[in-house]
């Protein structure tokens, strides 16, 4: 399974907009400025984002994004979810209908194939892995692993 770089970029920049605080929405150029993004593509993250309901948006010069609630009401799946979409990872193709099973009776494919099963059964547990983890659990051991990392995220935006 390959996650894009746009569940990364998500996910820091909700952990940015919460260190950030809430008292102005921050701008993309701003956000993507933090990380050198390319500010084009980052909005249409924070914009699924928005349509996800994870983060609002304010148009205009001085508008930007905002968290649509804490940290700690936002999982992991969450973000997945708004920037991947829905759809289970694995789509079986039913190919053991093919080839040489093409010829078999239709009884033969009563149950679900043995492959398809043993991925549903691995995505079940990566969802729920991550529909456990909120993004406030990420923001702790952030800063568990770089103490100070919030009021550092705060300075550089405002010099920058």
Sequence with gaps: MRISEGVE??????????????????????LAAGFDLPPPYLNKQLQALVKAGIATSTPGA????????????ITMMDVVTAIE????????????????????????FDRPCAVHTAMRKAETAWRRALAEQTLADVRAAAERAAPGLDRSV?????RN
């Design 9 to 30: 970029w998500a996910a820091h920049c909700c952990l940015l907009l919460d260190w950030m605080g809430a008292d102005r929405p921050v701008s993309t150029t701003r």
């Design 62 to 73: 001085r508008g930007g994004f905002r968290l649509a609630r804490p940290l700690e009401k």
């Design 85 to 108: 979409g829905p759809e289970q990872a694995f789509q079986c193709t039913e190919i053991r209908q093919r080839g040489i099973g093409a010829e078999s009776p239709a009884s033969a």
């Design 154 to 158: 705060r300075a550089w935006y405002a």
